[in-house]
């Protein structure tokens, strides 16, 4: 998450925001546009190898990221936080799946506090706006209000995610409040935190850990998934 080194003006209200807090009853003393504006994109991303029973079965990029809320009459803030990677499944094979986790913020309110708004629908974009929508095998609510966990077969995620690697952006889309139309997110995969001034720390070691952890993975597999594993919480 991103790192609040002492309690300021704008760092108070924007860790009641990115720590997942609640509700932030001084709001209305502050400029709040003025202060997350530096914050909005990609907060942070790390590569998180998932394990079962002392084994890795899964690897995963797991984000934060603030975006504004276009789509909506008021000043909104969404907080996106999520993950993408690859699962092992019975029989040695490996799924692809994205989890993210919606939260909005009305800054004209005079109390706001983070709203959980689950999608209906995520999945990942390449650079040739091709997707893995059409693959994929079964949705649910995750543990965590205003999330979706959505699993996909191996091919295309895995490409999405290779395609992403290399030009250090993952790209994903996801619908808001029932919406026909999707919006597209960009995950910088360099940038390792983010402080209360925007400056952003980057480095690609999130991308090198995941790949050796997905050519240890797909070592003891077969490839392309048949089935959904069970969804992380």
Request: net charge neutral.
């Amino acid at each position: 998450m991103v790192l609040l080194a002492n309690f300021t003006r704008i760092g108070l209200l924007a860790a009641g925001l990115l720590v997942g807090g609640g509700r932030t009853t001084f709001a209305q003393a502050f400029d709040l546009q003025a202060g997350l504006d530096p914050l909005i994109g990609t907060l942070d991303v790390s590569a998180q190898p998932i394990f079962s029973q002392g084994e890795v079965s899964g690897c995963q990029f797991v984000f934060d990221a603030l975006v504004r809320d276009w789509e909506a009459p008021e000043e909104r803030m969404l907080k996106v936080s999520g993950s993408t990677g690859l699962m092992g499944a019975p029989n040695n094979v490996v799924a692809g799946f994205v989890k993210i986790i919606v939260r909005e913020w009305e800054l004209s309110s005079p109390e706001p506090e983070l709203v959980p708004s689950a999608p209906q629908r995520v999945y990942l974009v390449g650079s040739d706006f091709s997707t893995n929508f059409k693959t994929l095998i079964s949705t649910s609510p995750t543990d965590v209000e205003g999330g979706l966990f959505a699993m996909f077969r191996f091919s295309p995620t895995f490409n999405l995610i290779l395609d992403a690697m290399a030009r250090k952006t993952l790209s994903l889309s996801f619908n808001r409040r029932g919406g026909a139309i999707d919006r597209q997110l960009d995950v910088k995969l360099d940038v390792v935190s983010t402080d209360q001034q925007g400056l952003r720390t980057r480095s690609d070691d999130a991308t090198k850990q995941f790949a050796g952890c997905a050519a240890k993975l797909l070592r003891s597999s077969n490839g392309a998934a048949q089935v959904s594993p069970t969804p992380p919480r």
